[in-house]
């Protein structure tokens, strides 16, 4: 099965996962979107109301601004994967739960093995804190560290900018070198080829490195 086979598969297994009880509410389903090679995964927290309406992530005013932060960086929505850490609306858009997330991540892991991104964009703390757990998202957005097999960069979620005006410089700064660090984090992976067999364990213990 290829990656774009496995991201089907997992999306049809999401449409009726009742593996928590954020299956109660669900209008639809969000596995996320994108191409199955896309070089940079992008992460957010959980569907709101229009993504529950849609089954599609990123599609109301946060998914706009996101849109303009990817054309200033040069990119398009379709170059891009964008998912979130729970694919199921929590209600009142409250933040999902251990258990939530817990259950979602299963997905989630299959998901990042299946597209083997060079770079995972976390939006928010919650997809921040499943790769640099106990980091504050005010003190190292917009860094690229190395965690595992790619590099992960942390940065407020669009949402976060909008109704916080202060953010808003912050994130459309660390949008802006988004090049820059695609570029370096691809020269880095080029020069690194550990067997799969090694990039699994090394995943299993991340170690962390800020490069920058």
Request: hydrophobic letters at 45%.
């Amino acid at each position: 099965m290829n990656a774009q086979e496995t991201l089907a598969q997992i999306a049809q297994e999401v449409a009726v996962c009742k593996n928590c009880a954020l299956h109660h509410s669900r209008n639809k389903s969000v596995p996320g979107e994108g191409p199955a090679n896309a070089e940079i995964m992008l992460i957010g927290e959980g569907p709101g109301f229009y993504e529950n309406e849609q089954g599609r992530p990123f599609v109301g005013a946060a998914g706009k601004f996101l849109d303009e932060l990817l054309a200033g960086a040069g990119l398009k929505r379709s170059d891009v994967w964008i998912g979130n850490v729970v694919k199921c609306r929590p209600p009142g858009n409250r933040d999902p739960l251990p258990e939530e997330l817990a259950a979602c991540d299963v997905y989630l892991e299959r998901q990042i093995a299946a597209i083997n991104p060079k770079i995972i964009i976390t939006l928010g703390r919650f997809s921040m804190s499943k790769f640099m757990p106990g980091a504050r998202i005010s003190a190292v957005h917009g860094q690229m560290r190395r965690v595992g097999p790619r590099f992960v960069i942390a940065m407020f979620h669009p949402a976060a900018a909008l109704h916080q005006a202060s953010l808003k410089p912050a994130i459309l700064q660390d949008f802006a070198q988004l090049p820059k660090l695609l570029e370096q984090a691809r020269a880095a992976l080029g020069q690194v080829s550990a067997p799969v067999q090694e990039q699994a364990k090394v995943q299993e213990e991340p170690k962390q490195l800020t490069l920058f």
